[in-house]
C-alpha cells in the first residue's frame, strides 16, 4: 500500500519582499495545488522559479506537488535545492525528501532523512508520523507504533498518524479500534485519501463490496492523483465479475504509477476474464511485470496459462517450468505444466506433474491424474 503524502503551504508571504510577477506565479501554484491541478501548480511554481531562483519556497512547494505526481527524482531535487538555504522549510523538505526515498524503496536514505529531521526538530510531527511509516513497512510494528503516538501527542489535530495506528490496529485484529482511527484521521483532514482507502479496506474485509468502492471513490475524489484508490476501485469490480471497468481502474492506476506490478498483473488477469477474453492483452500485461519483476511466480504462471489458453501449449511450458524454478512448491504451476504436457501427448511429464500437484495438496489434479494417467 502506498502511503499518503502529506503537504505543507505555506502562505505567510510578504508582498514586498518579492518581485509582483513572483508573487503572482507563487500564489497561483498554490492555488492550482489546493485544487489539485498539480500540473498547472507545477507549471506556475517553475515560473515562479524563474523570477527568483534564489528563493527556496517554489522549490520546496514544486517538490511537494512532485512527490505527488510521482516525479520523485525531481521531487527529491527540489528539495535538495530548497535544504541549501537557511529557512523555516528546512525540516519538511528533508522529511519530504524522506517520502520520495521511501517511494522509491530506498528505505535506508528515507530512515536517514526522517532520522535527521527528528534530530533537528524535535517536535515535527510529520517527521514522526512519516518515519512511523516506513517502519511499518519494515515490520517494526512497536517503532512504528511508537513513532505515531509521539506525531498525535505532538500535534493531535494531524490526521496521517491516526491512519498509521489504524493499519496496526487492522493487523492486530482491530477492526473497530481501527475504524476509530480511520475515521478520526478523516474528520481532521477530509482531503486526505488514505484513510477513505484503509476504511474501505475493512469493508472489504468484512465483504461489503459496496461499501468499499464506495469509499476508494471517495479516496480518487478528494484526490484524483490517488493511484491506490484506483488499484483498489479495480479489485472491486473484478470481484464483482466487472471486468472491463476494473480494466479501466487498473489503466489509471498505471498511468499515474507506472511501475506498479501489481496493477499489471490484476489488470491482465481482467484482460483475461473479460469478454470476448482478450488473451493477447493478458500476455503485454504479464509480460510486463516479468521484465518489472523477473522473479515474479504468478507472472509466469499467469504467462504458460495465457498461453495455453491461446492454444501455445509449446510456448506455455518454458514459463511455467520458470515459475516452478522460483518457487518447487507452487502446486499450480505443476498441474498448468501437465495439461500442456497432456495436450502435447508427453502423457508421462504431465503424470509427473500431476503427482507432483497432488503430493503439494492440489485436489483439483487428481481428477486429471484419473484422466491422463494409466496407473490411476
Known amino acids: ?146 513513532d505515531f503516538e509521539k506525531a498525535i501527542k505532538l500535534a493531535s489535530t494531524y490526521g496521517s498518524p491516526y491512519t498509521g495506528r489504524g493499519l496496526i490496529k487492522f493487523d492486530k485484529g482491530d477492526m473497530k479500534g481501527a475504524m476509530k482511527d480511520y475515521e478520526k484521521a478523516i474528520s481532521l483532514d477530509p482531503s486526505d485519501p488514505q484513510p477513505y482507502s484503509n476504511r474501505g479496506g475493512i469493508k472489504k474485509e468484512k465483504g461489503d463490496l459496496e461499501g468499499a468502492l464506495k469509499d476508494y471513490t471517495l479516496a480518487t475524489e478528494v484526490d484524483p492523483y490517488f493511484a491506490d484508490g484506483y488499484y483498489n476501485k479495480g479489485t472491486i469490480l473484478d470481484k464483482q465479475s466487472k471486468f472491463e471497468e476494473a480494466i479501466l481502474e487498473y489503466s489509471k492506476a498505471l498511468k499515474l504509477s507506472p511501475y506498479d506490478v501489481n496493477a499489471y498483473s490484476n489488470r491482465g488477469v481482467s484482460k483475461a476474464r473479460s469478454t470476448p477474453n482478450d488473451y493477447f492483452g493478458a500476455i503485454v500485461d504479464f509480460a510486463r511485470v516479468v521484465e518489472l519483476d523477473p522473479e515474479n511466480v504468478l507472472a509466469f504462471n499467469n504467462l504458460g496459462l495465457t498461453r495455453a489458453n491461446l492454444g501455445d501449449f509449446e510456448k506455455s511450458i518454458p514459463d511455467l517450468s520458470k515459475a516452478i524454478e522460483l518457487d518447487p512448491t507452487y502446486a499450480f504451476a505443476y498441474r498448468n505444466r501437465g495439461k500442456s504436457y497432456a495436450k502435447l501427448d508427453q502423457l508421462d511429464k504431465a503424470c509427473i506433474d500431476f503427482m507432483k500437484a497432488i503430493e503439494l495438496g492440489d485436489d483439483f489434479s487428481i481428477e486429471l491424474k484419473k484422466e491422463f494417467c494409466t496407473d490411476k
Open 1 to 146: 500500500m502506498k502511503l499518503s503524502l502529506v503537504t505543507f503551504f505555506c502562505f505567510c508571504i510578504s508582498i514586498s519582499a518579492y518581485s509582483q510577477s513572483y508573487q503572482e506565479h507563487f500564489e497561483r501554484g498554490i492555488t492550482l495545488q489546493k485544487e489539485s491541478d498539480l500540473e498547472g501548480s507545477e507549471s506556475e511554481f517553475a515560473k515562479a522559479i524563474f523570477y527568483d531562483p534564489y528563493n527556496p519556497l517554489p522549490y520546496y512547494e514544486r517538490g511537494v506537488v512532485r512527490l505527488r505526481l510521482y516525479k520523485l527524482y525531481e521531487a527529491i531535487e527540489d528539495f535538495n535545492k530548497a535544504i541549501e538555504y537557511e529557512h523555516p522549510m528546512v525540516v519538511l523538505s528533508i522529511s519530504n525528501r524522506g517520502s520520495a526515498w521511501q517511494e522509491l524503496g530506498e528505505y535506508e536514505k528515507a530512515l536517514t532523512d526522517f532520522d535527521h529531521s527528528i534530530s533537528i526538530d524535535s517536535g515535527c510531527y510529520l517527521a514522526y508520523s512519516n518515519r512511523g511509516h516506513l517502519k511499518y513497512l519494515l515490520e517494526d510494528f512497536d517503532g512504528a507504533l511508537t
